[in-house]
């Protein structure tokens, strides 16, 4: 019988991060160095899913060009699943980021038009495939209707679906789309794109379950607040939240830490982990990530994230 298996549905992006050698002076040419790499939230988190072990197929639109012919062999090489993704005349998707001397994010811009190639008409083309997954993660660079349309097939097939807003302005066209008759299994927002999903301000712990409550009536069953340094809260409908401590690490690069949470999150959700066990594991996938200067680890594995566990002495 063949292994259960996760799909990905979203942004599959080439990346260009720049990295200041001094802190970064605004308004001026910085010294540094630059780096090309695979990207895009939806393919990073397939790659995570596919090194840890967790059989991927990803659903994307990619260029015909240059880039995109060298975006699929690598995602391929990684072990992720490529027969569903869409080539297009469209350019190949970029992710330009800056990074200051610390590996801390001072600007990025995404150039995404290459997503709305990815309409319901090919949708529909892997209907067959989301319908028999273990679950179905979802990015927020898809089109509202798009993402509409994937929540409604997952709802028939009885499949659950892991939905990552991406950023703030994604997240405010996300919005509309959560609605009770469209129940999402986990929402992965961070501090500000909770807010920007529910217009509430955020800045307590308390303002945070509130937020998390908005979502709850809106059909969300679990919610997984994501808050950098500081740790992540998941909060389960049935009224539980859960405070999770961030790893200490020396950060390299803060690029892909969401994406590997994400990943690791669903492969020891899909593993048979409760959601808080998974939760752990996902924030020991974020530290080897930051502490490593790859977007998506190409060392990572199960065994390497058991450790990280070990050596704060936590739990899977």
């Known amino acids: 019988m063949p292994l259960p298996y996760v799909v990905v549905v979203g942004g599959a992006n080439v990346d260009l991060k720049a990295q200041s050698s001094e802190k970064v002076i605004a308004a001026t040419s910085n010294p540094g160095h630059a780096s090309l790499s695979a990207g895009g939230v939806g393919r990073n988190i ?23 012919e060298w975006l699929v062999a690598e995602t391929a090489a990684a072990g992720v699943w490529v027969d569903h993704v869409h080539r297009t005349t469209a350019p190949t998707g970029t992710y330009t980021a800056v990074l200051d001397v610390d590996g801390e994010l001072i600007v990025a811009v995404s150039a995404m038009d290459v997503t709305k190639e990815l309409d319901l008409r090919l949708l529909a083309d892997s209907v067959g495939l989301r319908s028999s997954a273990r679950l179905v993660v979802l990015d927020g660079n898809l089109s509202t209707n798009v993402l509409a349309a994937a929540l409604d097939d997952a709802i028939l097939a ?6 990552d807003p991406v950023s703030d302005p994604k997240a405010l066209l996300l919005s509309p789309v959560l609605q009770p008759s469209r129940p999402v299994y986990v ?21 945070i379950e509130a937020a998390v409550q908005n979502l709850f009536a809106r059909g969300v069953q679990n919610v997984w607040v994501r808050l950098g340094e500081q740790g992540s809260i998941y909060c389960a409908n049935d009224g539980t939240c859960t405070a999770l401590t961030a790893h200490p690490v020396t950060v390299l690069d803060v690029t892909g830490a969401g994406d590997a949470m994400a990943g ?5 959700l899909t593993a048979g982990r409760s959601p808080v066990e998974a939760a752990r594991f996902a924030h020991a996938a974020a530290a080897l990530t930051i502490a490593s200067e790859h977007t998506v680890r190409p060392d990572l594995g199960v065994e390497l994230v058991e450790a990280e566990l070990r050596r704060l002495g936590a739990s899977y």
């Open 46 to 68: 397939a790659e995570n899913l596919a090194r840890l072990g967790t059989p991927t197929h990803l659903v994307a639109a990619i260029g015909v060009d240059q880039l995109g």
């Open 158 to 163: 009885d499949v659950p679906v892991l939905l």
């Open 187 to 207: 929402l992965t927002p961070n501090r500000t794109e909770l807010a920007a999903l529910t217009g509430l301000r955020v800045d307590t712990e308390a303002e």
């Open 264 to 268: 690791a999150f669903v492969h020891a």
